[in-house]
């Protein structure tokens, strides 16, 4: 769409940005300003510059924190992509089972997260829980606090639960997109389900799972609630991922230097990688077109 | 092409095989079916076995719950019900989250209609950069600004109410909404607008009469997203507030107590912290289908 | 090589059809022939789309047969017909290239890569498509795309027939005449059989040997753009076809006078005598704006109308005039007059046709 260029848009735009530079600029300042001083009480601060960050990269606490993370984030995206896509695809179109089905895939997530893992250490425990009592009578010592492979799959699992929906319904969104017109002409081609998907419905997901991919990427990169409820961040730190490291250190123990340091760190990981792979998947659909020309 | 087209007796022959093969395919497309909706029926089941499981423990007495698993509740019981809803400490809490996510979803969609507007419709000076800096705050992590917060919110003497709540889920409500609506006015032709303005509508009344209604489903969609992340969202709630607004979530905490954690209670405030959350997408079914692609299929 | 044959065929969307309106396509019987170029005409929502859908086994008509070189094709999907179809907005696989796309269907049956190569190069060739191959189908233009659709169709070997279904509609106008010779072309060299929905009559007559007209579920008229011009079936024929379309005179007798409103017609024994046998009390009389004579000075026979405003088209124009109460339409060439005020008009009585009951019954012309 061809814009018009008029500055006065920018009236549009103030209430917003007021707003948003209250609840986000300010903040982030404050953080930035602890990152670079060691804070002894309100009248007692130094200026220390890059000491902070130097101290939180060589963590190796924190390294390893870093790492859970992004093998926590890569392992659910591998599952709950693939597996919302097959949902969309089941996912019934008409009827009253299409509205029972949206809303019960729904339901998910609209719980609170807190309440997510609650529902789950419910769930899991092996003494009233259905899930934890059934493994253990069919003799797999499952067990959440103790076992860090337990504890692991459990929070995949938990959070498959959560947030496949997400993906599902993006998907079944853009299902629904596609003109009647295509399956005909695919049947008529004599395309197999597979060619039906791969060069019909697969292409009309790209745009949806782009973002699906994105925003799963980014809240399972701050995941905080469903953990720290579900397992605490155990056993030792078997679970404890970015979020509930930095709490703990800037609330749990109010290391304002080194947390406000964490902080940046963690918000710039998260802006590359989307950086990164949103600037992918530009270049692919540029490189569509340059080969055009 | 004459020579590629079959002879007489074969095409014969190939549509004799060809309706053979309809046949087969079609009882096999039937069993196919039929393992469509198995497989769908064990998704549901997946989704609400842990569901059932928390429901089944809100009717069951604590003694049966530590009793011993049973899968319904053999003494069924309401009493954990009663309590929440009868007692402030607990009843409070729904009242101050749903006081909250109503503010910050008025306050969200009122400043991000027009400025999903001008990004959709005008170039100005930054607005690439601007709009990219709206989307980073969708990736900040709540736990970044958790202390920031605490400490501005404490010094403008907001802190425990519901608006510093509101306000703070402002952080990626507002993008959120900002990026989401941009795609659905994108999607209506601008000679709308310009047919309107011929016609003599004054901006806010074009605004409010002709443009607001084209885009109700995704404003539907939008308040949908605000209500769902400003509802299940604890971290930055529960830090704002201490007593008068606190929310239903970290109420739920003082479950915990010396003798142990209280199993019924605390399954019954789950599930009653599931109730809005159907009861929304019970009113946007319709448009989820198609509006939840956010206008950008 | 295809006949395809609609044997009292019948199509409803709905579950318990109770009155003839419940239906999209009204029982028919229908053959089309191999090798011709056919158009089905209609207004939109006349059930052509739906017929078009049953031929190609999209839908399976809740009674009735279609059958193929005399065999019945009902329970045939469309994958198994050897029918290709070219829809109202082009289906085209995005991510591929044009060459890709106009290889699927081949490919689709595992046909061996040589060949494939071979037929694709034959129909982009024909298509004129041949330096666009390497592009991807997504980036084309509309009428291009709507090639690379219809090649889809022309590459299989086995097809018989390719239906259209509005195929038009999204292409520039400019681009529309090329793209319907294109058509014709190629129905002359495959000699496959084409079927062409379109509601656009000039399309119709352009690309169609013969037209079927659908009106309300059913085939009202079937002949060349001629035969429904001259001696359109029905009153709805009459109507659709032609520019402006047929003039209708309700007329009943009285006192052995043919009247119109309160005018008594000049009409010819033939005409008189039939109608005032007509049983029914839906007696209309038809005639084109063309062949209405109008003299702008009183003439023997002539019927005195009045003259209500004329449009000048440049090579002839069109007279609006009433008779009796009713409202014509006259086509004058630019040589003739054009009346004004009062013009007197007569109707040639082999022009004349005669509609009972909405259809044509033929006059005897002594």
């Known amino acids: 769409m061809n814009k018009v260029y008029n500055n006065r848009a920018w009236w549009l735009i103030l209430p917003m940005l007021l707003l948003v530079a209250f609840s986000a600029v300010i903040p982030l300042m404050t953080v930035v300003n602890y990152s670079v001083q060691d804070v002894f009480d309100a009248n007692t601060r130094f200026f220390t510059g890059t000491e902070w960050f130097e101290v939180m990269l060589n963590d190796p606490a924190l390294q390893a924190a870093v790492l859970r993370q992004f093998a926590f984030s890569l392992t659910v995206l591998a599952i709950e992509v693939p597996l919302g896509i097959g949902i969309a695809l089941i996912m019934p179109k008409k009827g009253w089972q299409a509205s029972a089905v949206l809303i019960l895939v729904t339901m998910p997530l609209l719980i609170p997260w807190n309440v997510v893992g609650s529902i789950w250490q419910i769930f899991t425990r092996g003494d009233i829980g259905l899930m934890g009592w059934s493994l253990r009578e069919l003799g797999y010592g499952y067990n959440i606090t103790s076992s860090p492979v337990d504890a692991w799959a459990t929070i995949i699992l938990m959070d498959v639960w959560h947030w496949t929906p997400l993906i599902a319904l993006l998907c079944f969104s853009g299902l629904r997109s596609i003109p009647d017109a295509y399956y005909q002409a695919a049947r008529i081609d004599r395309a197999s389900k597979w060619a039906v998907f791969r060069y019909i419905q697969l292409p009309k997901l790209t745009n949806v799972l782009v973002i699906g991919v994105l925003l799963r990427f980014m809240h399972s990169f701050m995941i905080y609630a469903e953990p720290f409820v579900l397992t605490g961040g155990g056993p030792g730190s078997s679970t404890t991922f970015l979020s509930q490291s930095l709490t703990t250190m800037a609330i749990g123990q109010q290391d304002l230097g080194p947390s406000a340091a964490f902080s940046l760190i963690y918000f710039l990981i998260i802006l590359l990688v989307t950086w990164v792979f949103y600037t992918a998947i530009m270049n692919m659909q540029k490189d569509d077109k340059i080969q055009e020309a | ?297 | 090589m295809a006949e395809i044959t609609l044997k009292s065929l019948a199509h409803t969307y709905l579950s318990d059809p109770r009155s003839p309106e419940d239906y999209a396509i009204r029982e028919m019987d229908h053959v089309w022939h191999q090798g011709g170029a056919y158009a089905l005409l209609g207004p939109s929502g006349c059930g052509k789309s739906t017929l078009l859908n049953i031929i190609s086994g999209l839908l399976e008509p809740s009674s009735g047969e279609v059958l193929f070189d005399g065999e019945v094709v009902n329970a045939l999907p469309p994958e198994a017909r050897n029918i290709a179809q070219v829809f109202q907005f082009p289906v085209i696989y995005d991510t591929m290239t044009v060459y890709d796309n106009l290889a699927f269907p081949l490919r689709n049956v595992k046909t061996p890569e040589a060949r494939v190569h071979e037929r694709v190069m034959e129909v982009a060739e024909v298509l004129e498509l041949t330096a666009q191959l390497k592009r991807k189908a997504k980036n084309l233009t509309a009428d291009e795309k709507q090639k690379v659709s219809m090649g889809r169709g022309l590459v299989r070997e086995d097809v018989s027939a390719i239906l259209f279904d509005e195929p038009l509609t999204v292409i520039d106008p400019q681009l529309k005449w090329k793209l319907r010779r294109k058509l014709k072309e190629i129905h002359q060299r495959f000699e496959i059989t084409m079927v062409y929905v379109t509601h656009d009559q000039l399309e119709a007559s352009t690309f169609a040997d013969k037209i079927a007209v659908m009106y309300e579920g059913q085939v009202v008229q079937f002949g060349t753009p001629r035969e429904l011009f001259e001696r359109p079936n029905h009153t709805f024929v009459g109507y659709f076809i032609g520019s402006p379309g047929m003039n209708f005179l309700e007329v009943v007798t009285q006192d052995g006078r043919v009247m119109a409103g309160d005018t008594e017609l000049a009409v010819g024994q033939g005409v008189h005598d039939a109608v005032a046998q007509a049983r029914s009390t839906n007696v209309k009389l038809g005639i084109r704006p063309e062949f209405i004579e109008v003299h702008a000075e009183a003439v023997e026979d002539g019927m005195q109308a009045h003259v209500d405003h004329a449009q000048d088209l440049g090579t002839y124009s069109i007279v609006y005039l009433t008779l009796g109460g009713i409202p014509l339409k006259a086509r004058i060439e630019e040589d003739q007059p054009t009346p004004t005020g009062k013009a007197w008009l007569r109707f040639p009585d082999e022009r004349i046709g005669l509609y009972i009951d909405e259809f044509r019954v033929e006059i005897d012309h002594e």
Not at chain 2, 230 to 258: C, D, F, H, R, Y
Not at chain 2, 286 to 291: M, P, Q, S, V
């Open chain 2, 1 to 297: 092409m004459s020579d590629s087209l079959p002879t007489t007796p074969d095409a014969v022959r190939q549509r004799a095989a060809a309706a053979d093969n309809r046949r087969r395919r079609s009882a096999r497309s039937a069993s196919r079916q039929w393992r469509r909706r198995g497989l769908m029926a064990a998704y549901i089941v997946f989704v609400l076995l842990p569901i059932y499981w928390l429901l089944n423990m809100s009717f069951q007495s604590n003694t049966e719950i530590l009793g011993g698993l049973t899968l319904w509740p053999e003494d069924f019981t309401t009493e954990h019900y009663a309590k929440i809803l009868t007692e402030p400490s607990w009843y409070m809490g729904y009242v101050n989250s749903i006081t909250y996510v109503l503010m910050n979803m008025l306050i969200s969609i009122s400043v991000a209609l027009p400025a999903a507007y001008a990004f959709s419709r005008y170039q100005f000076i930054g607005d690439k950069h601007l709009f990219f800096w709206l989307l980073t705050n969708l990736m900040a992590p709540p736990a970044v600004f958790l202390l920031p917060y605490f400490q501005l919110y404490y010094t403008v003497g907001l802190f425990d109410t519901h608006v510093a709540v509101a306000l703070a889920h402002c952080l990626f409500n507002i993008p959120l909404a900002v990026w989401i609506l941009e795609g659905f006015m994108s999607g209506v032709p601008k000679e709308i607008d310009e047919t309107a303005f011929i016609d003599g509508y004054s901006f806010p009344r074009f605004f409010v009469k002709i443009f607001i209604p084209m885009i109700s489903s995704g404003i539907g969609v939008t308040l949908f997203f605000l209500f769902m992340f400003s509802w299940v969202e604890l971290l930055l709630a529960s830090t704002l507030t201490s007593t008068n607004a606190q929310p239903i979530a970290s109420v739920m905490t003082q479950t915990k107590g010396a003798s142990g954690i209280d199993w019924g209670a605390l399954a019954a405030a789950g599930t009653l912290t599931i109730l809005p959350g159907i009861v929304v997408v019970y009113f946007v079914r319709n448009h989820i289908a198609k509006g939840f692609a956010l206008g950008r299929t």
